[in-house]
Every structure is written in structure tokens, then in C-alpha cells.
């Protein structure tokens, strides 16, 4: 069983950085494929970056972060991070952190979400 709590939320203003992290109490953390949405007001939930489990190791992101936003993982410590930098106004949205077992490209478990604002 996988229970994810993000945390690192807040505002900023454009241009800046916040690092959210995605943590979870269980030991096979290691095992899971993960992933970050962000749903905007008023809009549909979207793909923001996934990293995949920890034989693997490999990295996706949507094109509207590439190069501003960096996916990583400490599975010695069951956590996943999202860096982001240079923020804009329209990464403002709640973010979600997803898991999914690593032969599955379903997302079955997801934190509570964590509210980013980027404004000056």
C-alpha cells in the first residue's frame, strides 16, 4: 500500500522557485512509477513531469516545463521531488503527486494535492 503526502506548496512570484516533495510511510516505494499533475481553476487535471521506478530511472515531461521543472527520487528516504524554476503565472494550479506499480502505466494512488501560486 503506497499513501502519498505532498508537501512545498505556496506563492511565489514569477520567476522564482519552489520544491515540492512527495513522501511516502511505506518500504516499496522503490517499486512505483511517479508522477506529478497540477489542475489549474477551472480546468482539466494535466500531466506536468513522471519518473519512473527505480530500475529504470527515467524522466517525461510536459513540453510547457521542459527545462524549468526537475523530477527526482530518494527511495531511501520513499520520496519523490519536483524542482521548479523560472515560475509563471500559468504553473499556478494544485499539484498531485501519482504512484503506479512499475508494469503498470496506471496511476492508482495519489496524494491530497498542494497549492502553488505564482504571482507578484
Known amino acids: 500500500q503506497v499513501q502519498l503526502v505532498e508537501s512545498g506548496g505556496g506563492l511565489v512570484q514569477p520567476g522564482g522557485s519552489l520544491k515540492l516533495s512527495c513522501a511516502d510511510s511505506g518500504r516499496t516505494f522503490f517499486r512505483y512509477n511517479v508522477a506529478w499533475f497540477r489542475q489549474a481553476p477551472g480546468k482539466e487535471r494535466e500531466f506536468v513531469a513522471r519518473i519512473s521506478w527505480s530500475g529504470v530511472t527515467r524522466t517525461n515531461y510536459t513540453d510547457s516545463v521542459k527545462g524549468r521543472f526537475f523530477i527526482s527520487r530518494d527511495d531511501a528516504k520513499s520520496t519523490a521531488y519536483l524542482q521548479m524554476n523560472s515560475l509563471k503565472p500559468e504553473d499556478t494550479a494544485v499539484y498531485y503527486c501519482?504512484?503506479?506499480?512499475?508494469?503498470?502505466?496506471?496511476?492508482?494512488?495519489w496524494g491530497q494535492g498542494t497549492q502553488v501560486t505564482v504571482s507578484s
Open positions: 501519482a504512484a503506479g506499480i512499475y508494469y503498470s502505466p496506471d496511476y492508482d494512488y
